[in-house]
């Protein structure tokens, strides 16, 4: 096999073991694609120096407006917490025929978890755990989904790694699911978004 040969066919494992190329979901700019959730006592949503800012409101966020995969996807984001002490990056996304939340900061600023899993949400089930978000401060975070199997990465160390065979996967009830069939929230608390992109698996 000659040097072409060679370059054409690691190019091709690269691709094959990395997954498809990411997509990104944000211009920077605009909203485009995306709609303010019909949350009540929301706050205002605007883009500002390359960032989605979500303001401060009871519960204030941004919904997908077209299709989205419902499993072998991943998902990435940076946010910062601008304002407030309550979660600021609360993404939801699609699990197979249901949807869940991924909860960065909540329950008065350091619970990391999914909501729900067997009715429990994420300060009670399994996946909860303990952070200290620093205000001002970019995270990154990562979001994979598998038909059994969802995993978060903080800043590249991850944070949830749960099997979901057999389990019962939703959303805790209330308005979250505004947020279907992707979206991000923020709970009495200004976040900044940037960055945000997909890519099947």
């Not at 993404?91 to 619970?111: E, Q």
Request: net charge neutral; charged share 25%.
């Amino acid at each position: 096999m000659n040097w072409i040969g060679r370059i054409l066919l690691a190019g091709a494992m690269t691709c094959c073991a990395f997954g498809a190329e990411w997509i990104s979901l944000f211009d920077g700019k605009t909203l485009e694609g995306w709609k303010e959730a019909p949350f009540r006592r929301r706050g205002e949503v605007r883009v500002k120096d390359g960032m989605i800012v979500i303001g401060k409101g009871h519960l204030t966020g941004i919904t997908w407006k077209g299709e989205f995969p419902k499993a072998g996807y991943e998902i990435r984001f940076e946010a910062a917490r601008l304002e407030g002490s309550d979660f600021f990056a609360g993404i939801t996304f699609p699990v197979n025929d249901s949807h869940c939340s991924w909860i960065n900061g909540g329950w008065g600023g350091t619970v990391v978890g999914l909501s729900s899993l067997d009715g429990d949400d994420a300060s009670e089930n399994d996946t909860s755990t303990v952070r200290e978000f620093v205000q001002g401060r970019w995270y990154a975070f990562r979001l994979e989904v598998t038909k059994n199997r969802i995993r978060g990465w903080i800043d590249e160390s991850l944070v949830i790694d749960a099997d979901i065979t057999g389990r019962r996967v939703e959303l805790r009830p209330g308005e979250i699911d505004l947020n279907v069939p992707l979206g991000f929230a923020a709970y009495s608390t200004v976040a900044g978004l940037r960055k945000i992109e997909y890519r099947r698996l």
